[in-house]
């Protein structure tokens, strides 16, 4: 008895399933969040074919980038290039390439930062130097920074007493010298010319400044005396 009871229930059970699929479809079910059960498909990074604004689940992001798909990130959640420098070059395989990286560099004499913004860039570069570059090189760029001074570490050299430019201060940054390691990882590409422009601008430029100055100041007090002579 108990089985038939069961085997009646499942068939009126089966038969309601039926008849209730094969009803009409002018009454369909209520789809919530319909875009994400009929997706526009689109590409990402690339402009999409359909800009949303003829669809009736359009979404605005993309109406107001005229379509475009691949939308700027929010400030802060991943890191950007807003600089819009590629990262110039590929790590030496070999001392030879190295060496040679290293002359190249020594050509150039200007950042590819925009110098509009040269102020806003040396300020940057000041705090990126005091907070990753001073401890061993010192706040003043003598070579006498804290570590040094303890004894822990030597041979730092004194910026004003090298033979560098701006060019060659971002490759040391970018692949290391010496017992120097790449700050490649702790600096973005921006932020190395950033603090090649601070260190350049601060610690060697006003030595090549004085260096010039000099040759001129002793051919006037020259000319000065030798007119004295003269009187």
């Keep these: 008895m108990k089985n038939n009871i069961l085997k009646i229930t499942a068939i009126f059970g089966l038969t309601s399933v039926l008849l209730n699929s094969c009803g009409p479809k002018d009454n ?65 395989k070999n001392v030879d390439e190295y060496n ?41 760029g003598d070579g006498q920074g804290p570590i040094v001074q303890s004894g822990a570490y030597a041979g730092v050299p004194n910026y004003a007493d090298r033979d560098i430019t701006i060019g060659s201060i971002h490759y040391v940054l970018t692949n290391g010298r010496n017992a120097m390691g790449s700050y490649a990882g702790q600096l973005n590409v921006g932020d190395r010319w950033r603090v090649a422009l601070y260190v350049y601008n601060t610690f060697k430029a006003p030595t090549l400044a004085k ?20 009187k």
């Design 100 to 140: 040679a990286g290293y002359d190249a560099s020594k050509t150039v004499t200007v950042s590819p930062l925009n110098p509009k913004n040269l102020e806003k860039d040396l300020a940057r570069g000041k705090i990126l130097f005091d907070h990753t570059c001073a401890a061993c090189h010192g706040t003043g």
């Design 28 to 92: 369909p079910p209520l789809v919530y969040f319909p875009d994400m059960y009929f997706p526009t498909a689109y590409d990402p990074l690339m402009k999409a074919q359909d800009a949303y604004s003829d669809h009736e689940n359009e979404i605005p992001a993309f109406v107001a980038n005229n379509g475009a798909t691949g939308l700027t990130p929010v400030e802060g959640t991943v890191p950007q290039n807003k600089d819009g420098i590629v990262s110039e070059e590929t790590l030496p």
């Design 211 to 230: 260096a010039d100055a000099a040759p001129a100041a002793t051919a006037a007090a020259t000319d000065e005396k030798t007119n004295a002579n003269k």
